[in-house]
């Protein structure tokens, strides 16, 4: 059992808005807490003209500097800039994106009073490093070995490119999960021990941005994702905006003054109907407070639950219809479902467990892990059997995963040749023998899909390589060609050529949008630079600090009675004025260079020496009570 200071692995849940790390030990699952007191930490980072921050801070600070704060990098990662999805998604983001080498996303921000591009991998390693710092300092050690989870939908290139992303940050991840998956686990564990021939598990995934529903199978030979269905603009932001919209015409009905227009207002009361939904799902009642929300007007307004839920009441329609989609996909009845589990921040939302539980008819919901740590408790349970900490009783859960979408090659007249069908599980391999269709061919150009068309010009290109041949007939050339899936639900292909003596073997990874061994390296480095641009200003900060409190405290000691009655009144007022210019510096220049605190901290002590020298008798006291040395 790891204990302080032993090698420990780690479970992630990088999350689309809130990330959440947790680990095993004794015997149980520990949730990893942050600096704030946090059990999750935003995905958010942002970039200023002094320093860098990420999680909570930069979450905070989104409201006043929305261009240069970058969230939602999980909607980015491993996708292609002309990707549709991504450029709806890019109209609903303050900051910006463009496209790069590759038809990669870049995004693109001021940092340091330089334009800086990053990948969403970049972005997501950010995430990961402050996850990492968080549970290092938690649990006193250096944490390297990760699990980290994705949605079940998540293609190759997604999957790799998050393990990228890990590899940015410095960290071994051990294995990429799908996050129903490490959520079943979770309560796998928790609740009873497998003792069913097969349990059929409902998922509902109800995030800050993003609905996922899942159904898996869990037998003898692993766990199988039967189906999965969703909503990517469908979550705890839709729920917030609608109480925005609400609180919009209230105003407008109270003061006759439409705030629309008024971002800044805007954001403000954005960000107190996320705290009072979250009151909601414990209290009836509660009720928004903003003073000056716009033109020095004071907002009080009560929001009761039955309200919250009427306002809401489409999205919460919507959400019960793709739950439906995903059974029918399945193809089980309610009726047939074992259990159902609630993951996700939204989904502690009282309507939400009610309209669910009214679904299944009255079935007790699986809530007793907290909604947005189930995914990272699985997590962690799963990394710590990577870790060879686990009995054998839970060994059963090592869980083998599915692949989502069919593998193939293009044939001859774009027709997709399916390799590995959707849902076989993992790892798993494949092989088929091909040949050409023209004489003397010299060379096979190999295409790799994703996808269930039978053209392959309505799937998803992952890769293609051309195999050189020597010219045959056609039809004579054996060629070979493998597929392999592992753990992490990558895919590797290679061709070889059998029968006419030459060898060639050519192996492809899915690199199409992805990062190169170089650019990894590369922002591998820049990553070590931006941890110690962070640590630098983090001693600006303190030093600063100390020279604000040094000020301070000299004004208290010469405002001291005792003091005052032994300092001439010259020296008061040198001393005073010197004070006061250092306070006004400090005032206009937030972060400067470390030397030029040095400086003022000297000057301080260059005027207050000899004075305190002249006072012999009181000198030791006052540096005991200053103690700025
Ligand atoms: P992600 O979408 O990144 O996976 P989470 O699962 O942590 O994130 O969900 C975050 C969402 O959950 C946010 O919109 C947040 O407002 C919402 N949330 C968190 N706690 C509560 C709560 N007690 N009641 C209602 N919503 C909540
Ligand atoms: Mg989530």
């Not at 240069?68 to 999980?74: C, L, P, R, S």
């Not at 996700?344 to 539980?357: E, F």
């Not at 962690?380 to 193939?408: C, M, Q, T, W, Y």
Request: aromatic share 6%; with cysteine; proline share 3%.
């Amino acid at each position: 059992m790891p204990g302080k200071g032993e090698k420990v692995a780690i479970g992630i849940d990088l999350g689309t808005t809130y990330s959440c790390a947790a680990v095993w030990r004794n015997d149980r699952v520990e949730m990893i807490v942050n600096d704030q007191g946090n059990r999750t930490t935003p995905s958010y980072v942002a970039f200023t003209d002094s320093q860098r921050m990420i999680g909570d801070p930069a979450f905070n600070m989104a409201a006043c500097n929305p261009t240069n704060t970058v969230y939602d990098a999980k909607r980015l990662i491993g996708r292609e800039f002309s990707d549709p999805i991504v450029q709806s998604d890019m109209k609903l983001w303050p900051f910006k994106v463009i496209g790069g080498i590759n038809d990669k996303p870049n995004i693109v921000v001021n940092y340091n009073g330089e334009e800086k591009h990053f990948a969403a991998e970049e972005i997501s390693s950010m995430v990961l490093t402050k996850i990492r710092e968080i549970a290092e300092v938690y649990l006193g050690s250096t944490v390297k070995d990760v699990v980290i989870t994705v949605p079940a939908y998540f293609n190759d290139s997604q999957r790799q490119a998050t393990r990228d992303a890990g590899v940015i940050a410095g960290l071994n991840v051990m294995r990429i999960i799908n996050e129903p998956t490490a959520a079943a686990i979770a309560y796998g564990l928790d609740k009873k021990p497998f003792n069913h021939d097969h349990k059929h598990v409902f998922v509902f995934d109800l995030g800050g941005g993003t609905l996922d529903v899942s159904i898996l199978t869990f037998d003898k030979n692993g766990i199988t994702t039967k189906a999965t269905a969703g909503d990517t603009h469908l979550g705890g932001q839709d729920f917030d905006n609608t109480m925005v919209n609400h609180f919009v015409k209230e105003f407008l009905r109270k003061h006759k003054i439409d705030i629309s227009g008024d971002r800044k207002a805007l954001r403000r009361l954005k960000s107190a109907c996320e705290k009072a939904k979250r009151i909601l799902s414990s209290n009836t009642e509660t009720t928004i407070e903003i003073e000056c929300l716009h033109q020095g007007i004071d907002f009080f307004s009560p929001i009761s639950r039955a309200k919250f839920e009427e306002v809401n009441n489409n999205h919460f329609n919507k959400c019960m219809e793709i739950a439906e989609k995903c059974l029918i996909d399945s193809g089980l009845d309610k009726s047939s479902i074992h259990d159902v589990v609630l993951v996700g921040g939204s989904t502690r939302i009282v309507k939400v467990q009610q309209i669910l539980s009214d679904f299944f008819e009255g079935k007790e919901l699986c809530k007793s892990i907290n909604a947005d740590e189930a995914i990272a408790c699985g997590a962690a349970v799963h990394a710590s059997i990577l870790n060879g900490d686990f009995s054998e009783k839970v060994s059963v859960l090592r869980s083998r995963e599915v692949i989502p979408l069919s593998l193939g090659l293009e044939k001859h007249g774009g027709i997709m040749s399916t390799m590995i069908p959707r849902n076989t599980l993992i790892p798993t391999s494949m092989e088929q023998v091909f040949t050409t269709h023209l004489h003397n061919q010299t060379n096979i150009l190999i295409h790799v899909y994703e996808g269930e068309r039978k053209i392959t010009m309505g799937n998803n290109l992952l890769g293609k390589f051309v195999l050189e041949i020597p010219p045959a007939p056609a039809g004579i050339p054996q060629i070979m060609v493998s597929f392999q899936i592992d753990n992490d639900g990558i895919l590797h292909v290679s061709a070889t050529e059998k029968f006419l003596g030459v060898k060639k073997n050519v192996t492809i990874r899915n690199d199409k949008g992805r990062l190169s061994k170089e650019e990894i390296e590369r922002m591998i480095e820049e990553a070590e630079k931006y941890k110690d641009e962070d640590k630098m200003y983090r001693k600006k900060v303190e030093t600063r600090n100390a020279l604000e409190k040094c000020a301070y405290n000299m004004r208290n000691a010469i405002n001291d009675k005792e003091i005052m009655m032994k300092l001439s009144l010259e020296d008061k007022e040198v001393i005073d004025n010197t004070i006061d210019s250092v306070l006004l510096w400090l005032d206009d220049n937030v972060i400067v260079e470390q030397h030029d605190f040095e400086y003022y901290t000297n000057l301080l002590s260059s005027v207050f020496d000899p004075i305190i020298l002249k006072m012999k008798t009181m000198s030791l006291m006052i540096k005991r009570n200053i103690g700025y040395h």
